[in-house]
């Protein structure tokens, strides 16, 4: 939020300062300008080549069958993602049930009321950097640990799989509600605290109200971050072949992912088929998830 | 911001004025004392997963250095070596940086030093939804697509069915955001009188991208390098699927070649008991792993800091 005040107030100025202007039509200048663009929409480029190419390889299997049906190893062109989709919305559930409690109350601390000037405190942020840049499969390691620690032989389950999902999602969790939590201005804190409400009051009853949108959309990216992760389940023993629906957090599981990483290691066409059908789904999953988070940051972010 | 300061209502009072009989210190709460410990529980809760990261790599390591000689782990050649992944994951992550660095400084470059701020809102979440892309399917799409038709069909070179070269390319592309995204912070926090003061000079606005506003947002930029670096190297699902699954201690990326998380996953993906050979090698290629990532973060941290300073 501050950087684009920052960018509007520049812009402002430029047009009265921009003396070089006439000289940015030299050749060179108009190259690099060119090169800009190029690193600018290559990405863009790259995604679409990716969804028609994956949408093209797959476009025989959009039927029914892709989501209501089980994987199948008697009928490779009628096998079907039932289990991998609901697995994941299991998944979701339960690892937003887990992280996001979690994460807002150790963001509300860190923002609000730990003492920045103490060792320790820092010692949280620098190491909550940190969490944030390690490797998923690392977290995968974790939660089997974690997993045997509280007694569950069998890992491929529902709680194994949201146990590593909401340890990789809680840094971005928690970095996320802290920036929404400081971008709430200091006037509201101050407000309430001059009627007489307490710490708490004033921020269960103010400032976390104010930052809800921001919290929203940095957990819906965090969740869309965990919905295409295959590493950690791989870890837990979470296969692909799994041919019922999840009924508790203790049933086994199989997710989205973990099933196109499995079929792509089939050689039969119908199988790299059904993966590229399988990676629209998924694909779509996750842009849906984006367009909601970019939804709400838009129509509630408030800016002071 | 610190609020701290405004909850100690006690602050001392100069004597004489009124109500300086009143004791304005602030009344103790128990019901506040305990929700700020269960606040505080769960920001500790990130320094129990790092303790418990190294606790749960550490034990099965110890083992794993039990049944297998340090020098068979950190051998060329063998069932136990470890430096044909470690070589194979820096031959991916080179040529992954290859492709992001460039892509995603130009990138940067563009948003904070040409674009209006209404187009800046609309390209950059574009350019991140790169960074959305679930990784297995940035694997399927190299084995699928970047090998076949791109290398082998339209570039024609000689690479085989998985190998380095598509696993960077790809592996670069999805990093791209990250070191896009840290490096235009970086590129927008240095002050305007610095972009005014070389375009008074008459220099164009290549000239005062390149040569004032880069240089003074180098360190930033260092930083968004370092973490591109740790993702690339942390990264699983494309290596896993695109790079191969044999070690392979060639310097030739047209060829298949193991990385470490390659390794994880594959093995992973077997069947391995708790407590034999293979499976306490996992954790002990995890903590190698973990401690590389490790010490990355923290010199890109310590890099985003100092320059944090600086303006």
Redesign the interface.
């Known amino acids: 939020m501050n ?2 005040t ?6 402002d ?1 430029t047009p009265a ?5 006439s ?2 039509r ?1 050749p ?2 108009l190259v ?2 060119g ?6 929409f ?3 480029v ?2 679409i ?2 969804i028609l ?2 949408a093209v ?1 797959g476009a025989g299997r959009f039927d029914s069958d892709l989501i209501t049906r089980y994987d199948s190893t008697l009928f490779p062109e009628r096998t079907g993602f039932r289990a991998g989709i609901l697995g994941t919305v299991w998944l979701m559930v339960t690892t937003a049930l887990l992280a996001v409690p ?2 807002i ?2 963001a ?9 000037t103490k060792w320790y405190n820092r ?2 942020e ?6 944030a ?10 939660a ?3 997993l ?1 620690l509280i007694g569950f032989q069998r890992t491929g389950i529902v709680l194994g799989g949201a146990i590593a999902l909401s ?1 990789l999602i ?2 971005v969790i ?1 970095i996320t509600t802290r920036e929404a939590v ?1 971008a709430v201005p ?1 006037e509201i ?2 407000g309430s ?1 001059a009627l007489g409400a ?3 009051q004033t921020t269960w009853k103010q400032t976390l109200p104010s930052a809800i949108p921001g919290i929203a959309t940095g957990t819906i ?1 965090g969740l ?2 965990a ?5 950690p389940l ?2 837990l ?1 979470i296969a692909g072949a799994v041919r019922f629906d999840p009924d508790g957090v203790t049933s086994p599981v199989t997710a989205l ?1 973990i099933q ?3 079929l ?1 290691s089939q050689s039969q066409e119908a199988y ?1 088929q059904a ?2 059908a399988a ?1 629209i789904v ?2 779509v999953m ?2 849906a998830l ?1 367009a909601l988070a ?1 939804f709400i940051r838009n129509k509630f972010q408030r800016r002071w | ?4 300061s ?2 100690r209502a006690g602050s001392p009072n100069p004597a004489g004025l009124p109500g300086a009989g009143i004791d304005l210190r602030a009344k103790v ?1 128990p ?2 004392m305990v ?2 410990a ?10 129990a ?2 303790i ?2 190294v ?3 550490v ?1 099965p390591v110890i083992s794993f250095f039990g049944q297998v000689e340090f020098g068979e782990f950190f051998a060329t050649t063998g069932d136990f070596a470890v430096i044909p992944l470690v070589s194979a994951t820096l031959m991916v992550t080179v040529i992954a940086l290859l492709v992001a660095v ?6 940067a ?3 904070s030093e ?1 674009a ?2 209404r187009t ?2 609309a ?1 950059k ?3 991140e ?2 960074a ?10 190299a ?3 970047v090998t076949p ?1 791109l290398l082998q069909d339209i570039l024609s070179i000689g690479v085989g069915f998985t190998n380095a070269l598509a696993a960077g390319l790809v592996l670069g ?1 999805m990093i ?2 990250t070191v896009a995204s840290l490096s235009e ?1 970086a590129l ?1 926090a240095v002050p ?1 009188a610095m972009r ?1 003061g070389s ?2 000079m ?7 991208t ?1 040569r004032v506003v880069l240089p003074a947002a180098i360190s930033g930029v260092a930083a968004a390098v370092v ?1 591109g670096m ?2 690339a ?5 494309i290596v ?2 695109a790079a191969g699954a044999q070690k392979n201690l060639s310097l030739d990326p047209r060829e298949g070649m193991q990385t470490m ?1 390659g390794f ?2 594959q093995t ?2 077997g069947e391995n008991p ?1 407590g034999s050979v293979s499976y306490n090698m ?2 002990a290629v ?1 903590l190698l ?2 401690l590389i ?2 010490v990355i ?2 010199i ?2 310590s890099i985003v800091r100092r320059y944090r300073q600086a303006y």
């Open positions: 950087s684009s920052l960018v509007a107030e520049r812009d100025t300062i921009a003396t070089g202007k000289r940015d030299e060179m200048s690099f300008l090169a800009l663009w190029f690193s600018l290559f990405g863009v790259v995604l080549v990716l190419d994956t390889s979690l994460g109350a150790a509300l601390y860190l923002e609000e009321f730990a003492d920045k010692f949280i620098v190491n909550l950097q940190n969490l840049a390690v490797p998923s499969v690392v977290y995968g390691l974790l089997v640990a974690v045997a340890l809680l840094p928690i400081r200091n804190r101050f605290l307490t710490m708490w990216l869309s971050r919905i295409g992760e295959a590493a791989l870890l023993g992912p196109i990483y499995s792509t790299q993966a590229s990676i998924l694909l996750v842009l984006n970019i | 911001m610190n609020t701290q405004t909850t709460r019901t506040e929700i700020k269960g606040l505080a529980g769960s920001a500790l809760l990130s320094v997963i790092t418990g990261i606790i749960a790599l034990e460039p892509l995603g400084l130009g990138a470059m563009y948003l040409y209006s701020a800046r809102r390209l979440p574009t350019v939804l790169l959305g892309v679930p990784s297995v399917v940035y694997g399927f799409f084995l699928a697509f038709t592309v791209v955001p912070d927008s305007q005014d375009l008074a008459g220099a164009n606005r290549m000239q005062t390149l973490l740790s993702r190297i942390g990264e699983t699902m896993a699927l998380t994880i996953a992973a993906a708790v996992l954790f995890g792993l973990f990532t490790f973060n923290l890109s941290i």
